[in-house]
């Protein structure tokens, strides 16, 4: 599987303003899923994002909340505009070149909002 | 809607015994089924995968599927302090183009 570089690991913010999210692979990968972990919780899709088009969000996520680029097979951004406390969460990047074999996450961003 | 349960404990066993760990899913059509392990702060780290019906061991560990009945479990033999995490169950939603969908993870404390 391939090994990805993430970060910042942690950030404090201030509400209100945004903060961009950067994961870096080792190799090519078709496919980057971004997921966010509140405290206590499991981890939750916010979308997928394949290069050379537009991510897809799910369900209760939107792109004007959550902006994601994918400029090559080996990088990808996820953004958290407009933050409030209500976003403070670990944010989680992976890779499913394993496919069967498992899926790799990024090491997190733990992100809290004051 | 599909959805993935698991028991979130916690679930205390002794050093040295066997720890069991239990999943449910909802969807029929799930391919591949995956246990991770996540330790406080930390990312979650794949410990095993499984996609054919019966078991597949790695080690101490031991992953069992059974699609007919919807569930798949890990065992941990011999039980070690440091296995002491929460273990999130993940299966593949074919139809989603390779996403995995989580359980909320069962935390499993093993005591010296």
């Known amino acids: 599987s391939a090994v990805i570089s993430q970060k910042p690991s942690r950030d404090i913010c201030q509400r209100g303003t945004s903060l961009t999210i950067q994961c870096q692979v080792d190799?090519?990968?078709?496919?980057m899923f971004w997921y966010r972990q509140q405290p206590g919780q499991s981890l939750t899709l916010i979308a997928t994002a394949n290069q050379g088009s537009e991510a897809t969000y799910e369900s209760g996520f939107v792109i004007d909340k959550f902006p994601i680029s994918r400029p090559n097979l080996t990088f990808s951004t996820l953004t958290v505009s407009n933050m409030s406390p209500e976003d403070s969460s670990i944010y989680l990047c992976?890779?499913?070149?394993?496919?069967?074999?498992?899926?790799?996450f990024g090491s997190g961003t733990r992100l809290t909002v004051v | 809607q599909k959805e993935v349960e698991q028991n979130s404990g916690p679930l205390s066993v002794p050093e040295g015994a066997i720890a069991s760990l239990n999943c449910t899913y909802s969807?029929?059509?799930?391919?591949?089924f995956f246990w991770y392990r996540q330790y406080s702060g930390k990312s979650p780290e794949l410990i095993m995968s499984i996609y054919s019906n019966g078991d597949k061991e790695d080690g101490r560990f031991t992953a069992q599927l059974n699609k007919a009945s919807q569930y798949v479990s890990l065992l941990i033999r011999d039980s070690q302090p440091s296995d002491s995490a929460t273990y999130l169950c993940?299966?593949?939603?074919?139809?989603?183009?390779?996403?995995?969908?989580f359980g909320k993870g069962t935390k499993l404390s093993v005591k010296p």
């Open positions: 969807d029929r059509v799930s391919q591949s």
């Open positions: 993940a299966v593949n939603w074919r139809g989603s183009q390779g996403n995995l969908i």
């Open positions: 190799s090519q990968v078709t496919m």
């Open positions: 992976s890779e499913s070149t394993g496919g069967i074999d498992g899926y790799t």
